[in-house]
């Protein structure tokens, strides 16, 4: 992106945030920022002006609050009455004044649990980040149609159903606070899961990222918030580690350290620290650790794997959900040896058909010396769809067999 | 804004003397819950609703209507009362619909009213 877009793109929550807070209306505010951009790009010579978002702020409220008038006129059917002389609300924003920072209202709104979990994904992305419907549709797997569509309904339902465009009160914190990070996080899995990155869904790693860290500084004593933005960290800090020169994935003990990111696993270390420092542990900050744990082998060389099976066996008392179990199965097949760690594979029931389940089962079986279980396993997991990084690791794991 | 809060509860949470004894103790809570609405000019009114054994619906197809004995649809959960509430957003209606008493796997529905 050239210095002008990242300029706008970094302006862009503030500004459509204060924009929706003032108008109420997320449509509006979005069409008015855009229009704002395309007027930047034509008026700002070669170089943003040193305020950018003031510029945009202003250039958007005035298109918005024209595009009001002349609705309104509009609706009087009236074709031939002269606009209207401006309000004293139209003056007063023409005047210089710190844009209100209203980001948080924005994320609460967008993230609300009255919405359907998917789409508040789609759509924090879409009003928060500015990403297009059609690079959402490919990311989330669906038609663009359909995506249009879920997020329509879902601004629909924001507009009829009387969604406040406030911060919640502290009664119902907890649960809606939940709905954000839950929907942050939907949101960064997405984009880490593919270690190819060739997918659509890797493309806005760098939005959650953003978000993530927004998020961080909007509610700087919620430890899980600063928890969510250390993990989102110390996992992109490895991206660039996880896929060797062929294209096949890398798991972490193996990445070659040189290419990891330190400014990110030094920003995430100092996230998780204050988060620590509010002494209420959650999942985010458990897999925070687990994730600064891996980063750990700069400093000592080696990977703690009794530290990440302990922490797994605190995170699976929380979530109790297939990928920590399986991921704790493997962590103690490290530390305690293969056969352990398929002891506690063996206690999962019902995954036989999910790709990580058989990888891993691979993994501890090739480990435990059973050369057969693990070839199976292999190809069982090949048979699942794997994305192409993946495909070339479990290939050449399968080759590496004995026998 | 008005909202609607529609009460679905299951057809038969108040059935035999122990359904009795918990429709006495809902009751209760509704009256108590209404009173206090009301005193704080949200309430704009709400029933309970007969058993819908008591329906009687009315289909129009082709342009005829003809009647059916019974509510619209068979379900396990059945229409059991209303409020219709004035609040500011979304957040109060759902604030006081969560304080509306259900039997057990009740549910309690929100719904904005249309403005015409």
């Keep these: 992106m050239d210095r002008l877009g990242s300029a706008i793109a970094g302006a862009r929550p503030r500004v459509v945030a204060a924009l929706a807070a003032r108008l109420r209306d997320l449509d509006l505010a979005e069409d008015a920022f855009s229009e704002a951009a395309a007027s930047a790009l034509a008026a700002w010579p070669s170089q943003a002006p040193r305020d950018p978002a003031a510029w945009l702020w202003r250039a958007a409220l005035r298109k918005a609050l024209d595009a009001r008038r002349r609705a309104a006129v509009r609706a009087r059917a009236a074709p031939d009455w002269p606009e209207p002389p401006p309000t004293p609300e139209d003056v007063l924003m023409a005047a210089d ?101 060739a997918g659509q869904a890797a493309g806005f790693a760098q939005d959650v990222l953003r978000l993530s860290g927004m998020l961080a500084e909007l509610m700087p004593d ?145 480990r435990d010396g059973r050369p057969d279980d693990a070839r199976r396993a292999y190809e069982a997991a090949l048979g699942l769809g794997p994305a192409p990084a993946e495909q070339l690791y479990l290939e050449a794991q399968r080759r590496s067999l004995p026998g | 804004m008005q909202y609607m809060i529609l009460i679905y509860e299951p057809e038969d949470a108040y059935a035999g003397e122990a359904g009795q004894a918990l429709l006495a103790e809902i009751v209760a809570k509704h009256m108590a819950l209404a009173e206090d609405l009301s005193a704080s000019g949200v309430m704009k009114d709400g029933s309970g609703l007969q058993d819908s054994s ?60 249309a403005v015409y």
């Design chain 1, 97 to 197: 004044g710190p844009i209100p920072d209203e980001r948080l209202k924005l994320i609460f709104v967008c993230c609300h649990p009255a919405l359907a979990a998917d789409s508040r994904v789609a759509l924090t992305l879409k009003v928060v980040c500015g990403l297009s419907t059609d690079r959402l549709a490919r990311a989330f797997f669906v038609g663009e149609p359909a995506m249009l569509q879920r997020i329509t309904r879902a601004k629909h339902k924001i507009a009829a159903a009387g969604v406040p465009f406030e911060v919640p009160q502290p009664d119902a914190w907890p649960e809606r606070l939940e709905a954000v990070l839950a929907t942050l996080e939907v949101a960064y899995a997405q984009a880490y899961e593919d270690a190819a990155l």
């Design chain 1, 222 to 366: 919620e430890p899980e918030a600063l928890g969510l933005a250390a993990l989102v960290r110390f996992a992109e800090a490895r991206r660039p580690a996880r896929l060797d020169d062929r294209g096949a994935m890398v798991p972490p003990p193996e990445q070659d350290m040189a290419l990891w990111r330190r400014d990110l696993i030094m920003e995430g270390a100092r996230l998780l620290g204050r988060a620590a420092g509010h002494g209420r542990s959650g999942p985010r900050q458990i897999l925070a650790t687990i994730h600064a744990t891996h980063c750990a082998r700069l400093e000592t060389g080696r990977t703690d794997w009794a530290t990440i099976a302990a922490l797994y066996e605190v995170l699976a008392e929380i979530r109790p959900h297939a990928p920590v179990l399986v991921n704790r199965a493997v962590a103690i097949g490290e530390a305690q040896g293969a056969g352990a760690g398929l002891a506690a594979l063996g206690r999962i029931d019902g995954l036989e058909g999910w790709l990580p389940y058989q990888a891993a089962r691979a993994h501890l079986a090739a």
């Design chain 2, 54 to 113: 008591t329906a009687t619906t009315i289909i129009t197809q082709g342009g005829r209507q003809t009647l059916h004995d019974g509510p619209f649809a068979e379900t396990r959960e059945h229409l059991g009362g209303y409020y219709l509430i004035d609040v500011g957003d979304l957040d109060e209606a759902l604030a006081v619909a969560r304080r509306v008493p259900v039997a057990d796997g009740g549910k309690v529905e929100v719904r904005p009213l």
